[in-house]
């Protein structure tokens, strides 16, 4: 307990942004621990850490009585004024205890107290940290990739983090000094600590993504309405905005698409289709089909939330998509169930179809 413990502290604080007084606190209850192990649980103690003089002092209190019955929280006042000349009955007589006098049970007790307070101010401090930045988008650079699991650790500020396989894209590699963006979805607390839990995947990246990307969308003039995702493939988004004079999708697309790019960039290539958003059922499917060219949307009687779609046969497998993935993140997107058909169907012949 001297000059270089202190400065250990100090370190602690500016590495790990652990408040040095909330580490003294720690070591108080260490030492204290450390006392009465070796002293059957005696609980008259005071520590007083004093960081301007590098100091650490521990003094039992006794109390001062006539005739001492227990030594371990009495003292005779002919004993206590050998030390304290003006002490009287009933006073708090104080006898200093040197540290380094404890038994190494005591210290390896005060050790091991020392370290599990660090561990778990270190926690706090992470999960104060990152309950503030919970599903906002932060920047991480990897450190390694495991070759057999593909979980790669990250840095993110002081800490290290792993974004595990099945939160990265599909078709992305990456390598140590890659720097990426990542959400922070969820922080889980387990015997280990807490777990901060990072994606790549989740449909909210695209969004806060955007939200950089686009004043607009960061000021509120547009608003992403809704937000349909395949991580690694395709998004598809409907904004609206609030001003008449912005267009909502040309704000987001940019000059020269400049601004999407930016974000299909970040995201691999992922494809993103970006729509205006719409009151009305019909125009909106119509909108989220897109690139596919709508004829017709009829609303089916037996449900509130069913429609038939009509394309041209030659816009058919375009508006399905490969896998059927375009009509499914339509139906995604507008919350609807969409049947699309080909225009064969009104002249009467059988044809191919969808379901979303």
């Not at 007589?93 to 038994?103: D, Q, R, V």
């Not at 020392?114 to 706090?124: P, V, W």
């Amino acid at each position: 307990m001297n000059k270089e413990f202190f400065e250990s502290l100090e370190l602690l604080e500016k590495e790990k942004g652990i408040p040095k007084e909330e580490m003294m606190e720690k070591v108080e209850n260490a030492l204290l621990a450390a006392f009465r192990k070796e002293n059957n649980g005696n609980e008259n103690v005071r520590i007083k850490l004093d960081p301007e003089k590098s100091d650490v002092r521990m003094y039992v209190q006794l109390t001062v009585v006539e005739n001492v019955e227990d030594p371990r929280t009495q003292i005779s006042l002919e004993d206590a004024r050998l030390h304290k000349k003006k002490i009287q009955l009933g006073d708090i007589y104080e006898n200093e205890i040197k540290t380094k006098n404890f038994g190494r049970i005591a210290a390896q007790t005060a050790k091991q107290v020392i370290i599990q307070a660090i561990r778990e101010a270190e926690r706090g401090r992470m999960i104060r940290e990152y309950e503030e930045k919970k599903e906002e988008l932060i920047t991480a650079v990897v450190l390694l990739v495991d070759p057999n699991s593909g979980n790669a650790t990250l840095e993110i500020g002081k800490d290290q983090m792993v974004l595990f396989r099945n939160e990265q894209l599909p078709n992305e590699t990456l390598r140590p000094g890659d720097r990426i963006k990542v959400l922070v979805t969820d922080i889980r607390h387990n015997v280990r600590g807490p777990s901060i839990m990072l994606s790549r995947t989740h449909p909210a990246l695209i969004r806060r993504l955007f939200e950089l990307e686009i004043p607009e969308i960061a000021d509120g003039t547009v608003e992403i309405k809704s937000l349909a995702r395949e991580a690694g493939s395709r998004t598809k988004i409907a904004v609206l905005s609030h001003d008449d004079a912005v267009d909502p999708v040309g704000a987001c697309i940019g000059p020269k698409g400049g601004r999407k790019n930016a974000v299909a960039a970040e995201l691999c290539g992922e494809k993103i289709d970006i729509i205006p958003y719409k009151e009305d059922p019909a125009e909106y499917i119509s909108a989220a089909l897109a690139p596919a060219t709508v004829l017709s949307v009829e609303k089916l009687p037996d449900s509130d939330r069913s429609y038939r779609v009509i394309v041209s046969d030659d816009q058919l497998s375009l508006a399905i998509g490969r896998e059927g993935q375009n009509a499914r993140l339509a139906a995604k997107l507008t919350g609807l169930k969409i049947d699309i058909k080909g225009d064969r169907s009104l002249r009467g012949e059988e044809e191919p179809s969808a379901e979303a």
